[in-house]
């Protein structure tokens, strides 16, 4: 093969990079990511890109960690390495540095921040190309760096020698099918959106560059063996399992794909500052994330014994690795969810106890001397049918009229009564107590929200999450104190 004979295909993984607490990389960590991928049968690795956080590192970290992946993965797979930067002689500097590391190829993102136009892009890479001897990938991805690099330039630049591949991960597919259309024939067109794979795949893309292929690259890689041997069934099938995942960690970046790994028991520590958890992943997705996990079965679901009084029972829980091994105390506890932005915004306070306890006393006083405004409703599925353990609603907005109060809090009600029949069937709340434990839920919802379908699937969520939280006890004092410095009022800073 000829030094820039190299066209990517396949399965690669966008690597994470690991930190420790103190921001520092790991390397022990990072050594085991490569082995723990390759051994799922990755066709190449990315490291320093997008989802490496490569922005906040400084150009010496990322060499560090290009070196240490190269070192590790010793001939096995491709090393391509993200080399970008905002100017072209910076982009020159990295990319020799990576070259002489022993990188495959690099991987460029367009110029960002200052956002050059397409004379200004054709030149950024015709410059690199000419002062540097190693495959380039060329990298579109606005949504992060502001510009676009029109497949019009791409056009122009895939006849020089050493661009050997694109890697899209705009999101548009009209675009992706203007350049399978103008350059499949002559360099590798990879998608880098992960909910876009299949029909990147069956449109004619050589393969895929993602960050969710650190958390389930055998199942993008048997969608590719799908589609290659003309099995699009199958491959759909496998698509619309892990699409609600690939969106989930497409919004929620390096940070959504780092706790996924930590959950999955592949360490990878946390994300840099100012990306945290409880802002730019909330701790309800990551629940959402967990749930996802366990759908695909890359996580266990773990089997809990709690007590209720001298009945013992068994349920199986949401919670993998931090759930108490038993839960006795069934007189009060209390779990909180927020989901949704701004009007949107459903949060939701609620207590679970027993109905000869605290919380049954509460119910009853909820029901029979309500405070003016924040009269408590009994939670049914249908008329005269209360949905079991019986459940109250408590807004805590006064609603302004009839019309406001069925516009917001009925779909808020049927929401809550889908979650707490759901957490039933799901084990969460264990059926046996049906008859023995009250729910008393405090529901909050924007007055100015006019969505219904979105106030019911927000409420649904958090309500669910709510319940979730308080069965497992979640989250803990250590988890409070970890979490400490990301914690914020919702409303805080919103205008």
């Not at 699409?243 to 929620?252: F, M, T, V």
Request: charged share 25%; aromatic share 6%.
């Amino acid at each position: 093969m000829g030094k820039f004979d190299f066209r990517p295909t396949g399965v690669m993984p966008a690597m994470v990079t690991p930190f420790n607490k103190d921001e520092s990389i790991n390397e022990d960590m990072l050594r085991n990511l490569v082995n723990h991928l390759i051994e799922q049968g990755v066709t190449g690795l990315v490291p320093s890109g997008t989802t490496g956080e490569f922005v906040n590192m400084t150009f010496e970290e990322r060499l560090k960690v290009i070196e240490i992946v190269v070192d590790e993965t010793n001939g096995r797979v491709p090393v391509i390495a993200g080399t970008g930067e905002t100017g072209t002689k910076l982009v020159v500097d990295a990319t020799k540095a990576a070259t002489d590391i022993g990188a495959d190829a690099v991987l460029i993102v367009t110029p960002y921040y200052l956002k050059p136009k397409a004379k200004g892009l054709y030149d950024h890479y015709f410059t690199i190309a000419e002062k540097t001897e190693i495959p380039i990938v060329l990298y579109n991805i606005p949504v992060c760096t502001g510009v676009e690099l029109p497949w019009t330039v791409v056009e122009d630049l895939v006849d020089i020698e050493n661009i050997v591949a694109i890697k899209d991960s705009s999101g548009d597919y009209k675009y992706f099918s203007a350049l399978l259309e103008k350059v499949s024939d002559k360099i590798s067109v990879m998608i880098g959106w992960d909910e876009n794979v299949l029909g990147a795949l069956a449109g004619g893309a050589a393969g895929c560059i993602l960050g969710s292929a650190n958390v389930f690259p055998k199942i993008w890689l048997e969608i590719y063996e799908h589609v290659k041997n003309n099995r699009l069934e199958e491959a759909q099938i496998l698509q619309k399992r892990v699409q609600k995942l690939a969106r989930l960690l497409i919004n929620s970046g390096a940070l959504g794909v780092k706790s996924c790994l930590n959950m999955m028991k592949v360490p990878v520590g946390k994300t840099r500052q100012p990306i945290v958890l409880g802002d730019t992943l909330s701790y309800e997705i990551k629940d959402e994330l967990r749930v996802e996990l366990e759908k695909l079965g890359l996580i266990q679901k773990t089997e809990l014994k709690f007590e209720f009084g001298e009945k013992p029972l068994t349920s199986r829980f949401y919670a993998v690795g931090i759930t108490p091994e038993k839960i006795t105390d069934f007189d009060l506890k209390v779990g909180e969810s927020l989901v949704g932005n701004r009007v949107e915004l459903a949060h939701i306070d609620l207590l679970i106890g027993r109905k000869d306890g605290p919380v049954g006393n509460a119910y009853a006083q909820a029901l029979t001397n309500p405070e003016e405004g924040r009269e408590g409703l009994q939670v049914i599925l249908e008329p005269n049918m209360q949905v079991k353990p019986p459940t109250i609603m408590i807004p805590t907005v006064r609603p302004i009229s009839l019309r406001h109060a069925s516009l917001t809090y009925g779909p808020a009600q049927a929401a809550i009564a889908k979650a707490v029949m759901q957490c039933v069937e799901d084990g969460i709340l264990p059926k046996e107590l049906a008859d023995d434990i009250v729910i008393i839920v405090n529901v909050f919802v924007h007055p100015s929200a006019s969505a219904r379908k979105r106030i019911f699937i927000n409420n649904y969520k958090a309500t669910r999450n709510a319940i979730r939280k308080a069965m497992e006890g979640l989250p803990s004092v250590d988890d409070g104190i970890e979490n400490a410095e990301s914690a914020r009022h919702p409303f805080r800073n919103d205008p």
